[in-house]
C-alpha cells in the first residue's frame, strides 16, 4: 500500500509530533500517515523512540508539540469525553504480557472489561458471550476465563492480551514488542494470530519490533527511528531491497543470520562501533557511528526527504548511496 | 591427555516447592573441551541455564543436586564454598543475560573490575587498578580511564556487558559461560558482542559456553550446539551439520521458526504448535511428542535415550530425520 492517496483522508496522520522528557527530546518532528488496514512496522533501537511514539498516538503521556490525526480529527485537541470515546478503536499490546494484565481480575474479567465500558448496553450473559468467542478465538480452552493471569504462560498471558485488545474490533492496534519476551516456538502462534485477526477484522496496525526478520513478514511498509526521528520510511519491498540510511543497512547487517554458512565472518560494515542514540547537540544523530558522514552531517539535521516514489530518507548522501537505476533523471 | 574443561555427569537439579520437588534438569551429561565453544540452545524452562548455575554452585537454598561436575579433572559440585571459590570467578567464570543486576550498583566500575584481581590473583589495589584499564581497553571500551571512575548505572547496557565480559577475563580464565549475553542488547550491539567475544577467545584461548534461546545468535561462535528440551539434552551435534542436517524434530522445528531476512515473505510464519511443557508436567514417554510431527504411539510410552547417530552427533529420538 502506498503513502497517502490523494483525496482520501488516512485512518491515522501524525503531523510534526515531538515529545520532550524535560529537557530531552524523546521524539522529535516524526510524522506519518496509515491507511485503514495497513500494517506499518515500526524498528529502531532501544531509546530510539518507538514506545514513546506508540503512547504519544494514544495520548498516554504528553506531547509537547505536533498533532496526531484520527480520520481528520486531532486527538490531542479531544476533550476527555471525546477521548475516551474514541480510544474505543485505538488499542495497544504491549511487551510484557503479565504486567499488562491485572493479577486480581480473572482472565474472563480482563478481556470483558472493555465491553463493559464501551458496550454498556450488553448484559452480563451476552457480555460472557462474546467474552468466550473471543478466547476461543485466540486459542484458549472455554474453563480458562475464571483463571488468574499467573497460571498462564507467557505466550498465552499475551494471547489474553491481544483478546482484550480485539474485543471491540478496533481500527487500530498497536503492538509494541508483542512476541519480544516469548521463545520462538511460541513467536510465530502469535504474529499469526494477530494477522487473522487483523484480516478478518479490517484493523490497521502499527508493529513496534526489534526483530526486522518478523516486521518484515508482516508489514506493508517499515519505518525506521534513530535518536527520535524518522530516518527512512518505505515499503517493506523497498526497504529490504535498497535500504538507503547508514543506519538502516548497519541494522539489516547486524541480523544474524537464521542458518548461518560454517566459519561465515560477518562483514566489518555490520559492525557499527558505538551505542548511544540519543541526540547529538546538532546535526544528525548518526553521525559519529556513521562509515559515511561529513562536515555537512555535523552541521545540520537532513530533512526526511523523498528519493523515490513511497521511500523518504533523512541523509545528506542518500542520493549518491542510492542505486543508479533508482536515481530520477538529473534536469 | 588434556582433562575436559568441564565435565558434567548425570547431573539432576529440582526445586523444592510447596512439598513437592520440581525437576528442572534431568540426568544431563556433557563436557566442553579446553578451548571449544558449546552452544546450549532451549526454550525457557528447558534447564539450559540450571545445569550450569548448579556447576557454579549458584542455585537457591530450595534447590537439589545430584550428580557429578569436574572442572579441569577437579571435582567442584558439593565441595565447600572456600575450595570453590579457588577456581570460581577466576579460572571458571559466568555472565549473565543483564548485567545491571551483576554489578554492585554503588561500587565504581574500576573498584569492581580491581576487587577480582585483589582477591583472586593477590595483587595490590594500584596494580590492580592498572590492570582494570588495561582490560577495559582489550574489550573496546572507549575512554577507558573515564570509565573506571563511573558507576555501573552511568553505562549503557552494551557498556556494561563490555565490562562484564572484561571482568570475566581479568584472571585469564579457561572457561567462560555466558548465559544470553546478548538477548537484552539491541541487534546492532549484539553484533559488537558477538564479535568481542570470538576475539577475546582467541586471545585468552579459552573453553566458552554460550547459553540462548537463540540458535541464529549460537550459531555465530559454536563449534558444537547441545539443543535442550524438558531438562534433558535431545541432540548434540557440530554446529554446521546441526543448522544442516539436524536429527531431532525439535530441532528442525526450532530452525524452521526463525524468520528468515531472505527468501520470500511468508504470509503467515511457520510454527511450532502447542507450549513447552512447564517443569514439573508428566515425564513419561519422550517430552516433545506432544508436539511432535513425527511422534508415534512408542513416543508417548518409552523415553528416548540419548544415543550416538551419524557424524558424531547424538539424539535422543525414536524416530529422528533422515538424513
Given at each position: 500500500m502506498n503513502e497517502a492517496d490523494p483525496g482520501q483522508v488516512p485512518l491515522l496522520s501524525v503531523r510534526d509530533l515531538r515529545v520532550n522528557f524535560g529537557a530531552h527530546a524523546a521524539i522529535t518532528d516524526v510524522g506519518?500517515?496509515?491507511?485503514?488496514?495497513?500494517?506499518?512496522?515500526?524498528?529502531?533501537?532501544?531509546?530510539?523512540?518507538?514506545?514513546?511514539?506508540?503512547?504519544?498516538?494514544?495520548?498516554?503521556?504528553?506531547?509537547?508539540h505536533g498533532g496526531v490525526l484520527w480520520r481528520g480529527r486531532d486527538l490531542l485537541l479531544c476533550d476527555a469525553t471525546e477521548l475516551r470515546r474514541r480510544r474505543r478503536d485505538l488499542q495497544i499490546v504491549f511487551q510484557d504480557p503479565l504486567a499488562s494484565l491485572n493479577p486480581r481480575m480473572t482472565v474472563g474479567e480482563s478481556v470483558a472489561e472493555p465491553l463493559r465500558i464501551f458496550a454498556p448496553e450488553l448484559d452480563a450473559r451476552a457480555?460472557?458471550?462474546?467474552?468466550?468467542?473471543?478466547?476461543?478465538?485466540?486459542?484458549?480452552?472455554d474453563d480458562m476465563h475464571e483463571r488468574y493471569p499467573h497460571e498462564f504462560s507467557g505466550g498465552q498471558c499475551q494471547r489474553i492480551g491481544i483478546a482484550r485488545a480485539m474485543i471491540l474490533s478496533p481500527q487500530l492496534l498497536i503492538c509494541d514488542e508483542p512476541v519480544s519476551s516469548l521463545d520462538v516456538s511460541v513467536q510465530g502462534q502469535i504474529v499469526n494470530l494477530l494477522l487473522d485477526l487483523q484480516r478478518d477484522a479490517g484493523t490497521a496496525m502499527l508493529f513496534i519490533s526489534h526483530n526486522l526478520a518478523v516486521v518484515r513478514h508482516l508489514s506493508h511498509r517499515i519505518l525506521v527511528m534513530y535518536a527520535g526521528r524518522?530516518?527512512?520510511?518505505?515499503?517493506?519491498?523497498?526497504?529490504?531491497?535498497?535500504?538507503?540510511?547508514?543506519?538502516?543497512?548497519?541494522?539489516?547487517?547486524?541480523?544474524?543470520?537464521?542458518?548461518?554458512?560454517?566459519?561465515?565472518?560477518?562483514?566489518?560494515?555490520?559492525?557499527?562501533?558505538?551505542?548511544?542514540?540519543?541526540?547529538?547537540?546538532?546535526?544528525?544523530?548518526?553521525?559519529?557511528?556513521?562509515?559515511?558522514?561529513?562536515?555537512?552531517?555535523?552541521?545540520?539535521?537532513?530533512?526526511?526527504?523523498?528519493?523515490?516514489?513511497?521511500?523518504?530518507?533523512?541523509?545528506h548522501r542518500s542520493h549518491e548511496l542510492l542505486p543508479l537505476e533508482l536515481r530520477s533523471p538529473q534536469p | 591427555?588434556?582433562?575436559?574443561?568441564?565435565?558434567?555427569?548425570?547431573?539432576?537439579?529440582?526445586?523444592?516447592?510447596?512439598?513437592?520437588?520440581?525437576?528442572?534438569?534431568?540426568?544431563?551429561?556433557?563436557?566442553?573441551?579446553?578451548?571449544?565453544?558449546?552452544?546450549?540452545?532451549?526454550?525457557?524452562?528447558?534447564?539450559?541455564?540450571?545445569?550450569?548455575?548448579?556447576?557454579?554452585?549458584?542455585?537457591?537454598?530450595?534447590?537439589?543436586?545430584?550428580?557429578?561436575?569436574?572442572?579441569?579433572?577437579?571435582?567442584?559440585?558439593?565441595?565447600?564454598?572456600?575450595q570453590l571459590n579457588r577456581v570460581r570467578g577466576s579460572k571458571l567464570t559466568m555472565i549473565f543475560q543483564d548485567p545491571m543486576t551483576s554489578m554492585t550498583p554503588h561500587l565504581k566500575i574500576g573498584t569492581q573490575l580491581a576487587e577480582v584481581l585483589v582477591r583472586h590473583a593477590g595483587k595490590s589495589w594500584s596494580e590492580a587498578r592498572a590492570a582494570a584499564r588495561r582490560m577495559l581497553e582489550r574489550v573496546r571500551i572507549p575512554e577507558p580511564a573515564r570509565r573506571l571512575s563511573q558507576y555501573p548505572h552511568e553505562l549503557s547496557g552494551g557498556l556494561r556487558q563490555r565490562v562484564m565480559i572484561g571482568m570475566s577475563l581479568l584472571c585469564q580464565p579457561k572457561l567462560l559461560i555466558a548465559d544470553?549475553?546478548?538477548?537484552?542488547?539491541?541487534?546492532?550491539?549484539?553484533?559488537?558482542?558477538?564479535?568481542?567475544?570470538?576475539?577475546?577467545?582467541e586471545e585468552v584461548g579459552m573453553a566458552l559456553v554460550l547459553i540462548s534461546h537463540d540458535l541464529a545468535v549460537v550459531g555465530e561462535l559454536a563449534d558444537r550446539i547441545l539443543v535442550m528440551y524438558a531438562g534433558r539434552i535431545v541432540e548434540s551435534a557440530g554446529a554446521a551439520q546441526l543448522y544442516h542436517q539436524p536429527l531431532h524434530?525439535?530441532?528442525?522445528?526450532?530452525?524452521?521458526?526463525?524468520?528468515?531476512?531472505?527468501?520470500?515473505?511468508?504470509?503467515?510464519l511457520p510454527t511450532l504448535a502447542g507450549q513447552p511443557p512447564r517443569p514439573g508436567d508428566s515425564t513419561e514417554g519422550c517430552a516433545f511428542a506432544p508436539r511432535c510431527p513425527r511422534a508415534?504411539?512408542?513416543?508417548?510410552?518409552?523415553r528416548p535415550l540419548l544415543q550416538d547417530a551419524v557424524g558424531g552427533a547424538k539424539v535422543a529420538c525414536h524416530n529422528p530425520l533422515p538424513q
Open positions: 506519518f500517515d496509515l491507511g485503514a488496514g495497513e500494517t506499518l512496522g515500526l524498528v529502531g533501537e532501544s531509546g530510539s523512540g518507538k514506545s514513546t511514539l506508540a503512547r504519544a498516538i494514544l495520548r498516554l503521556i504528553r506531547t509537547s457480555r460472557g458471550r462474546r467474552v468466550a468467542h473471543m478466547l476461543q478465538r485466540v486459542g484458549l480452552a524518522i530516518v527512512e520510511i518505505a515499503s517493506r519491498d523497498a526497504l529490504f531491497a535498497a535500504p538507503l540510511h547508514p543506519y538502516t543497512r548497519a541494522l539489516l547487517a547486524a541480523v544474524p543470520s537464521a542458518i548461518p554458512a560454517p566459519g561465515a565472518v560477518r562483514a566489518p560494515a555490520a559492525l557499527v562501533e558505538g551505542t548511544s542514540s540519543r541526540p547529538l547537540a546538532a546535526g544528525c544523530a548518526f553521525r559519529d557511528r556513521c562509515p559515511h558522514a561529513l562536515p555537512v552531517c555535523a552541521a545540520s539535521v537532513p530533512p526526511l526527504e523523498q528519493v523515490a516514489v513511497g521511500h523518504r530518507v533523512a541523509c | 591427555m588434556i582433562p575436559p574443561a568441564l565435565s558434567i555427569d548425570g547431573l539432576s537439579v529440582a526445586f523444592r516447592q510447596r512439598h513437592a520437588d520440581i525437576p528442572a534438569v534431568r540426568e544431563v551429561s556433557l563436557a566442553v573441551e579446553a578451548g571449544e565453544c558449546v552452544g546450549i540452545v532451549g526454550e525457557s524452562g528447558s534447564g539450559k541455564t540450571q545445569v550450569f548455575m548448579a556447576a557454579m554452585g549458584l542455585l537457591a537454598g530450595n534447590s537439589s543436586v545430584s550428580g557429578r561436575v569436574r572442572f579441569e579433572g577437579e571435582d567442584i559440585l558439593g565441595v565447600p564454598s572456600a544470553e549475553p546478548t538477548t537484552a542488547l539491541d541487534v546492532t550491539v549484539q553484533a559488537q558482542i558477538i564479535d568481542l567475544l570470538r576475539a577475546m577467545r524434530p525439535y530441532t528442525a522445528a526450532l530452525l524452521k521458526c526463525i524468520p528468515s531476512l531472505s527468501g520470500p515473505r511468508l504470509e503467515r508415534a504411539e512408542r513416543c508417548r510410552i518409552e
